[in-house]
C-alpha cells in the first residue's frame, strides 16, 4: 500500500508551499536578525535599505498592531527584538520587497548597533546563575535516599548529548494574503496550524476567525514545524496586513539552520544502585537542558524527559530532577522524541558504567531490569499491555546476540585495527500529548451525491503518512473503496482548534476522530436503506464493499444509490466528530497520574565496524523487533522506522551542532553540518514486527509509530563504545554524544576525553 | 538574453536575465515546480534535473547555459498517465515520505539506469550521494532502484 500523496510526489506534482501559484503581486520578506548572541539595540537604521530597488516595507516591534508576543507556554518571546536581542538569529524586522533578491540587499544594507550584554551558554552554567525557564521539576518514586545502602553497587557519573538541527528538506515557508473583511488567509508549512493562527491573530490584533491557515503538507517535520513555523507565518501575514498585499516568506537553507530551534542539548550527571546480580535498586539523575533564549516548548519537553528517565526499565527507587536553563542560542524546540531520546541516553549511560564496572555485559543488567506488566513508572502510571519482554526476547531468538557477541569477540581477536562492537537497546514510549488538554482531534467527513468522499481532520501530512492512513481508516469504516475518498488540506475552517500533528498521535486522535465521523454518517445510511428497502430494522442493515446487506442478504442497494438516495430524502451528507483520549490525566502537582493512552514497546540490536586507526566506523546493522499493535499500513510504517533509526544514528554520531565562543554557530550548512548520507546507512537494517499484539487504545488496534524508533539510534552509540573497547580496553570515557569520527580518535588515544572540557 | 532549449522533449524559446538560475528559469517561467530547492548552493539535490542526459543541481547552473541542450525535468518523466518503472517502484518500496527529495532522487536514479542498467549497489549510492533525504534512511530508495534495474535486465 503506497502513501496516499506519493503517486504526485514521485511526479512532482504535489505542491508545497513554494510551489503554489502565487497571487498576482506576491511580495517577499527576508529577515534582519542579531548578530549578537546578547545585546542592546543602541541604535537601528534602516534608511540605506529604503534606497533599494522593489522595496516595500520594513517591519519591527513597533509596527505590530497587536501583542509582540509568540510564546506558546511561557509568554517570553517576541516576534521582533524590541530593546534587546537574546541570541544570534533573534528577528528584528522583516523587509519586503518585490523580489527576494530585493529583500535580501535591503536587509544587508540594514545597520544595527549593539551594546554587547555577558551572554551564557552552557546549560550548567545558566542553572548556577538561576537562569531558569520554569522551576526544577522533579520525579520520584520510591526514596533514592534511603535505597542507596541497600546497593551492593553505587556509580556516578554524567552524560552529555547533543543537539540536532532537524533539516527538514523544505525550509520554513509560508505566503500570507488579504482576504475580504480585513482578514488574513496563510498557507504555511506548520505542523500546528491552530498556533498560527491563534499567533498571528494575537500579533495582528485581529479575532482568530478572520485569520485562516490552511496546511497541504510538509516537506518533512520532525518537531521543527510545531512552533517554530509560527514566527515566519506571523510575519508573513504581519506584512501582508500591513501592505494589504501578498506576502511570501521563505527562509533560505543557512538561515533556517542559523535562526530555528533544534533539538535541546542536555548535559546530566546520574547516580545508579544495583545490587551484585544486576538488578537496579536506586537512580538518580538530574538532567540541564540547555532550552536557548526563550521557553518555546521547552517545558513539555523536560517533563518528556523525565517521563523516559528509567527508559524500558522498573527501578524501585527512581529521583529525577529535570531544569530548563535560559541561554544565549537559539530557543531549542520539538524534535522527534521530543526529550525522552535525552532521557533514556542517561539510564542507558548508566547502565554501560555499571556493567564495565561490573565486568559484565550491559544486557544482563538491562535484562534484569525490564518491566513487567503492571509495573510502576515514576509518574504512577503502571504497564498495561506491556511488551517489553517480549520484544527483547524475541531479538534475542530471532537475532541470537550471543551468537553475534562470539563472532564480534572473535573478530577483534583477529584484527588489531578494526574493532567491531554491538549494543542492545531496548525502547519504551508513551503515547500521547502529556499537557492532557492538547490529546483531542476532530473530523469532518462529506459525502457527495456522487458517490465522492471528502475528509477533512487536523493532521499534517509531513511525510508520515497519516492522509494514506486516515484514507484506509475512513474506507473501512464507510466499507466503500478507498479510491473514493480525498484528504483535504488542514484548514482552520474546516477542523478548529487543533493540536499540532506531533507526539506521533496524529493518526490515533484524528483517526479515532474520522472513525467516529463514519459512524455517524453510516447510521443515517442504514436507517435510509431500511426505508429503500422497506425494511423495519436499521440493526439488520449493513454494508460490505460498497453493498447493502439486509439480514445478512446482499441487496441490489449499493453505497452510492444509497447517497443519492439519502440526500433526495434531505438527510444529511456530512458529519463531524470530535475525539479526545479518555481516562488520561496528569497532576503537575504531584508528577503523578496516567498521562499516555498506552506505550509502545521494541528492542534493537546494533552492530558497527570501526576504523581504529582513522576513526571511522560504519554501522553494520540493525536489528528490531518493534510492537506496531495490528498496522495500519505496513509499508508505511516500515519506512517510518526505518526513517526513525537512521535519524537516530545521525542525532548519536554524525551530526554535530558547534558554537564559536561568541555563540555563533558554526555548523550552518549541509557541508558542515552532517545528516546521514547515502553513505552512512546501515548496511542491514532488519525490523520484525511483534505478533499478535493488537493495541486496544489505537485506531484499527494500531499503534503510533513516528517517534519511538529514532531511539534505536542510541544503540549505535554504545555498539561505537564497545568496539572502542576493544581497541582500547583502558579507555576511561565520558558518555557524549555525537560521537563523531574525530572524538572517537581523540578518545581512543587518550588524546582527549570524551566529555565536557 | 535568448535561451533556447529542448524542455521535456519540447524545443522552447525564452528571454531570460544572465543572473536568473535555471532552477528560477523552470519554477518561476514554465512552472515546473517538481524541481525542488531544497539548499540553492549545490548540497541537497532536491533541485536534480537531467541536462544532455546527466543529472545536474539546477540551483548551481545559470538558466543561460541550458542554451542548446536539452533538459529532462521531473515532469517529463513519466509517459503521460503512465509512470515509469522507476516512479513505481518508488512508489512500491515506499521509498516516497514527505516527496521532497522524491523528484531529485528519482532524476539521479534515472540518469544512472540510462547510462548503467544493471548498477552495483556501490554504484547506485554513487549516483544519488549527492541526493538527501531526511525521511526515509534511503533503503528503500536503494531497493527501488535496483529492483528497476532488476526488471530493465530481464
Ligand atoms: S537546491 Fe540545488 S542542490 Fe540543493
Ligand atoms: S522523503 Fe522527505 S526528504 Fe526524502
Not at chain 1, 89 to 101: K, Q, R, S
Not at chain 1, 286 to 303: E, R, V
Not at chain 1, 360 to 369: H, W
Not at chain 1, 538 to 565: C, D, M, Q, R, Y
Amino acid at each position: 500500500m503506497k502513501n496516499y500523496d506519493s503517486i504526485r510526489h514521485t511526479r512532482g506534482e504535489s505542491l508545497f508551499v513554494d510551489d503554489i501559484a502565487s497571487p498576482e503581486g506576491t511580495l517577499f520578506g527576508y529577515v534582519f536578525y542579531s548578530s549578537v548572541a546578547h545585546g542592546k539595540i543602541l541604535n537601528l537604521d534602516f534608511s540605506n535599505a529604503w534606497y533599494v530597488d522593489g522595496i516595500k516595507g520594513i517591519f519591527s516591534a513597533k509596527d505590530i498592531p497587536g501583542e509582540n508576543q509568540i510564546g506558546g507556554i511561557v509568554r517570553d518571546e517576541n516576534l521582533f527584538a524590541e530593546d534587546t536581542v537574546h541570541f544570534i538569529g533573534h528577528p528584528i524586522a522583516l523587509v519586503v520587497a518585490e523580489t527576494f533578491l530585493q529583500a535580501h540587499e535591503a536587509v544587508k544594507k540594514i545597520k544595527c548597533e549593539f551594546e554587547k550584554l555577558p551572554a551564557v551558554f552552557d546549560p550548567r552554567e545558566a542553572a548556577a546563575k538561576d537562569q531558569l525557564i520554569v522551576k526544577p521539576r522533579i520525579f520520584s518514586l520510591g526514596n533514592v535516599d534511603d535505597a542507596w545502602n541497600s546497593c551492593d553497587y553505587v556509580f556516578e557519573g554524567s552524560a552529555e548529548s547533543g543537539g540536532q538541527e532537524h533539516l527538514y528538506l523544505e525550509t520554513q515557508a509560508s505566503l500570507a494574503f488579504p482576504i475580504e473583511g480585513g482578514g488574513i488567509k496563510i498557507i504555511s508549512s506548520t505542523q500546528g496550524p491552530t498556533t498560527v493562527q491563534r499567533t498571528a491573530a494575537q500579533v495582528l490584533a485581529l479575532p482568530m476567525h478572520k485569520i485562516e491557515v490552511d496546511v497541504i503538507r510538509l516537506g518533512g517535520g520532525f518537531g521543527g514545524k510545531e512552533d517554530q513555523a509560527t514566527p515566519w507565518a506571523v510575519m508573513a501575514a504581519l506584512a501582508a496586513l500591513k501592505l494589504n498585499a501578498p506576502v511570501k516568506l521563505i527562509l533560505p537553507r543557512q538561515e533556517d539552520i542559523r535562526i530555528t530551534g533544534k533539538r535541546h542539548p542536555y548535559s546530566s550527571d546520574f547516580k545508579i544502585g544495583l545490587t551484585k546480580d544486576g538488578k537496579i535498586i536506586a537512580y538518580e539523575a538530574t538532567y540541564y537542558q540547555n532550552a536557548g533564549a526563550a521557553a518555546d516548548l521547552s517545558p513539555a519537553i523536560l517533563d518528556r524527559t523525565l517521563f523516559h528517565c528509567t527508559n524500558s526499565y522498573f527501578i524501585p527507587n527512581v529521583k529525577a530532577t529535570a531544569l530548563s536553563c535560559r541561554t544565549n542560542l537559539t530557543p531549542f524546540t520539538a524534535f522527534r522524541g521530543f526529550g525522552g531520546p535525552q532521557g533514556m541516553f542517561v539510564i542507558e549511560s548508566a547502565i554501560h558504567k555499571a556493567a564495565q564496572k561490573m565486568g559484565v555485559d550491559p544486557s544482563v543488567i538491562q535484562k534484569k531490569n525490564l518491566l513487567n506488566e503492571g509495573d510502576e513508572f515514576p509518574y504512577g502510571q503502571k504497564t498495561l499491555n506491556c511488551h517489553i519482554k517480549k520484544c527483547y526476547e524475541e531479538v534475542e531468538t530471532r537475532y541470537n546476540p550471543k551468537e553475534i557477541y562470539q563472532r564480534i569477540a572473535e573478530f577483534n581477536e583477529k584484527n588489531k585495527l578494526v574493532k567491531k562492537g554491538a549494543a542492545i537497546i531496548p525502547v519504551t514510549f508513551g503515547i500521547s500529548f502529556t499537557t492532557t488538554f492538547l490529546n483531542q482531534a476532530s473530523a469532518l467527513v462529506h459525502l457527495y451525491t456522487d458517490g465522492s468522499v471528502s475528509v477533512s481532520s487536523a493532521a499534517i501530512e509531513m511525510g508520515q503518512g497519516v492522509n494514506e492512513k486516515l484514507r484506509m481508516i475512513a474506507a473501512n469504516e464507510l466499507s466503500i473503496s478507498i479510491e473514493r475518498i480525498k484528504i483535504e488540506s488542514t484548514n482552520t475552517s474546516r477542523a478548529s482548534n487543533t493540536s499540532a500533528t506531533a507526539a506521533s498521535k496524529g493518526t490515533d486522535l484524528n483517526g479515532f476522530a474520522v472513525i467516529d465521523a463514519c459512524k455517524i454518517l453510516i447510521e443515517r445510511l442504514r436507517k435510509v436503506a431500511s426505508e429503500e428497502l422497506k425494511q423495519t430494522n436499521p440493526e439488520k442493515i449493513e454494508f460490505k464493499n460498497e453493498i447493502v446487506f439486509h439480514a445478512g442478504e446482499k441487496t441490489g442497494l449499493t453505497f452510492s444509490k444509497l447517497v443519492k438516495a439519502a440526500y433526495s430524502k434531505r438527510i444529511s451528507l456530512t458529519a463531524q466528530a470530535h475525539h479526545s483520549t479518555p481516562n488520561i490525566y496528569f497532576d503537575t502537582k504531584v508528577n503523578k497520574g496516567e498521562p499516555f493512552a498506552y506505550h509502545t514497546y521494541g528492542t534493537a540490536i546494533v552492530e558497527v565496524t570501526l576504523d581504529c586507526l582513522r576513526g571511522i566506523y560504519k554501522v553494520d546493522s540493525v536489528k528490531v523487533v518493534h510492537d506496531f499493535g495490528e498496522t495500519i499500513n505496513r509499508t508505511i510504517d516500515l519506512s517510518q522506522a526505518e526513517g526513525g533509526i537512521v535519524q537516530g544514528i545521525g542525532w548519536m554520531t554524525c551530526e554535530e551542532l558547534k558554537w564559536n565562543n561568541e555563540g555563533k554557530l558554526l555548523t550552518d550548512s549541509l557541508s558542515t553540518y552532517k545528516v546521514p548520507d547515502i553513505y552512512a546507512v546501515p548496511k542491514e537494517i532488519k525490523i520484525h514486527f511483534l505478533e499478535n499484539v493488537p493495541n486496544p487504545f489505537g485506531p484499527n488496534k494500531s499503534k503510533a509509530i513516528g517517534e519511538p524508533p529514532f531511539m534505536y539510534g542510541i544503540g549505535a552509540y554504545f555498539a561505537l563504545v564497545n568496539a572502542m573497547k576493544a581497541f582500547n580496553p583502558n579507555l576511561d570515557l565520558n558518555y557524549s554524544a555525537p560521537l563523531t569520527p574525530e572524538k572517537v580518535l581523540l578518545t581512543l588515544y587518550n588524546k582527549r576525553q570524551i566529555g565536557r572540557e | 538574453m535568448e535561451v533556447r532549449f529542448k524542455l521535456n522533449g519540447k524545443e522552447e524559446e525564452v528571454t531570460t536575465e544572465p543572473y536568473l538560475r535555471l532552477i528560477d528559469l523552470l519554477r518561476d517561467y514554465f512552472n515546473l515546480t517538481g524541481t525542488k530547492e531544497g539548499c540553492g548552493v549545490g548540497e541537497c539535490g532536491a533541485c536534480t534535473v537531467l541536462m544532455n542526459g546527466r543529472a545536474v543541481n539546477s540551483c548551481l547552473v545559470l538558466a543561460a547555459q541550458a542554451n542548446d541542450s536539452e533538459i529532462v525535468t521531473i515532469e517529463g518523466i513519466a509517459e503521460g498517465e503512465v509512470l515509469s518503472s522507476l516512479q513505481k517502484n518508488f512508489l512500491t518500496y515506499g521509498a516516497v515520505q514527505c516527496g521532497f527529495c522524491t523528484p531529485g532522487m528519482v532524476l539521479s536514479a534515472s540518469a544512472l539506469l540510462d547510462q548503467n542498467p544493471n548498477p552495483t549497489e556501490e554504484e547506485i549510492k554513487d549516483a544519488i550521494a549527492g541526493n538527501l533525504c531526511r525521511c526515509t534512511g534511503y533503503k528503500q530508495i536503494i531497493e527501488a532502484v535496483k529492483e528497476t534495474a532488476k526488471e530493465t535486465i530481464e
